[in-house]
């Protein structure tokens, strides 16, 4: 079977404008394909959520915002499609979120503590982040505009008089453009490491705000603990410690005067100390002693003299 150029041109004209409006609806983030399951969230606020934005869990992309819808002027319904591939479950979270400090949106899902999988057009539960990178969103995004308007005046301005600019300061101001825009590389590549390290920061902010509350939920034993502190302190300060000082020099003076009459054999306990024949004689005295309690123990009838009945017991 042959077809005519004209009908070959024709099927080739059809071909391209279903690929055109395939590729269009793809982009405004229609479900073009049945691999994916729809899920509704409802908003008080989008923020500047856009169609086609990234859906995310745990950080790797999973699906897509399809429709965003206003209704009744009260709440914003968004639909997002994700892959079958991925089980929502129950009690699963969308946060709106930012995605880099430019403000740019996007829908992560925090899954549900459950084992039960949510079904094909389930509404999820909507919150929005509130963290430290929407504070710096707001605050470097018209930063960034004013430099992005800055580059393009300086741009026009070059323009406008490298005609009457000599070429040494044409140059100058060429190598001032290229330092700019070096400069808004160095602030970008900044801002990525700044949302990288977006959980690190909240977390350090969670932590700090959890130490002032346990202060605060703690703020009366501090200041018993304060309070005792004075007491004892001021006990300590009312103690009579100088007194208590120089009564114990004046012991330790009196026992020097003690240990240097010892020393010099005065008084009997210095003589005794001292006198090494007194101590010969009394370790001669204890021994005899010791010798005549032996044999008193051993020999008592020697010393105690018992009579029974008038008869006198001989010793032996």
């Known amino acids: 079977m042959t077809f005519s150029k004209e009908s070959k041109i024709g099927l080739l004209v059809t071909l391209s404008i279903l690929v055109f409006f395939a590729g269009f609806y793809f982009l405004k983030g229609a479900d073009l394909f049945s691999g994916e399951n729809k899920y509704y969230i409802y908003y008080d606020n989008v923020q500047g959520l856009q169609t086609s934005a990234a859906v995310m869990v745990k950080g790797l992309g999973v699906g897509r915002v399809s429709d965003i819808e206003l209704i009744d002027s009260e709440k914003v319904k968004v639909t997002v499609a994700v892959s079958k591939d991925v089980d929502i479950m129950v009690g699963t979270v969308a946060e709106l979120a930012s995605a880099d400090l430019l403000g740019t949106k996007v829908i992560k899902l925090k899954q549900g503590a ?112 304060i309070k005792n502190a004075e007491t004892t302190t001021d ?75 008038g008869k006198k017991k001989k010793n032996k």
Do not use: C, W
Request: no cysteine; net charge negative.
């Open 235 to 309: 006990q300590l300060a009312s103690a009579p410690i100088q007194e208590t000082i120089n009564e114990l020099k004046s012991a330790s003076a009196q026992l020097d005067i003690l240990l240097q009459k010892i020393n010099s054999s005065q008084g009997t306990l210095g003589m005794m100390v001292n006198d090494k024949q007194l101590y010969d004689n009394l370790t001669n005295s204890l021994n005899t002693l010791n010798a005549l309690m032996a044999d008193i123990n051993a020999h008592p009838s020697r010393y105690v003299n018992v009579t029974i009945f």
């Open 114 to 225: 459950g084992t039960t999988i949510a079904e094909d057009e389930a509404t999820l539960e909507g919150v929005i982040e509130s963290g430290v990178i929407d504070n710096l969103s707001v605050e470097i995004s018209p930063l960034v505009k004013d430099l992005r308007h800055v580059v393009a005046s300086l741009d026009t301005v070059l323009v406008g008089v490298s005609g009457v600019l000599n070429e040494s300061t044409a140059n100058s101001l060429a190598n001032t453009v290229t330092s700019l825009d070096l400069t808004m590389k160095n602030f970008s590549e900044l801002a990525q490491k700044l949302n990288r390290e977006s959980d690190n920061l909240t977390g350090i902010i969670q932590n700090a705000k959890s130490i002032t509350d346990n202060l605060a939920d703690n703020n009366e034993e501090i200041s018993k603990i």
